[in-house]
């Protein structure tokens, strides 16, 4: 899968983000740190999010947009 983020760069190295899950974000020394880390970020935020949703017994469906 591709995730837009969100890179900023500061003085203190990279913050990066991820606008379509809300509360995922990293950082790194350099942007190829922060992008490394934020695709380890995305993988543990969707086993967590498959988790809970497997826990609510939701079921998962698919929208046409």
Not at 31 to 39: K, P, R, S, T, Y
Request: contains cysteine; proline residues 3%.
């Amino acid at each position: 899968m591709r995730y837009k983020v969100a890179l900023v760069c500061s003085d203190e190295g990279y913050s990066v983000s991820v606008p379509g899950l809300p509360g995922c974000c990293s950082q790194g020394a350099s942007e190829q740190e922060a992008l490394d880390n934020i695709a380890v970020a995305i993988r543990e935020y969707l086993e967590v999010a498959a988790e809970l949703a497997h826990e609510a017994e939701a079921r998962e469906v698919e929208v046409a947009v």
